[in-house]
């Protein structure tokens, strides 16, 4: 199993910057791809950003310019460091990850318990 432990989330003004960090740890044979998806109240879970094994990264256009995501292969952590704020940014942050568990079985998805973000205006 794969464990994705995030931290960073927290309370900040418009125009105000978070990192966010996503710690992966457990049984893990390779990592392919890890990423971010936010939740808004009232609404489905959107893709944020993601990075490749290496070292690809995409961006929604929402996001674009204002965010950044990076990786620490060593510490199998990935960051997303936010920018320019905005309140309509204001979610909850998952960590998302696609891994290979075991040299027996297929990659698959795991996720974040998730980790609050709020932007005031």
């Known amino acids: 199993q794969v464990q994705l432990v995030e931290s960073g989330g927290g309370l900040v003004q418009a125009g105000g910057s978070l990192r966010l960090s996503c710690a992966a740890s457990g049984s893990i044979v390779s990592i392919n791809a890890m990423g971010w998806y936010r939740q808004a109240p009232g609404k489905q879970r959107e893709w944020v950003a993601s990075i490749t094994v290496g070292g690809s990264t995409n961006y929604a256009d929402s996001v674009q310019g204002r965010f950044t995501i990076s990786k620490d292969d060593a510490k199998r952590t990935v960051y997303l460091q936010m920018n320019s704020l905005k309140p309509e940014d204001t979610a909850v942050f998952y960590c998302?990850?696609?891994?290979?568990?075991?040299?027996?079985?297929?990659?698959?998805?795991?996720w974040g318990q998730g980790t609050q973000v709020t932007v005031s205006s």
């Open positions: 998302h990850c696609n891994a290979k568990a075991s040299p027996f079985r297929a990659p698959r998805d795991y």
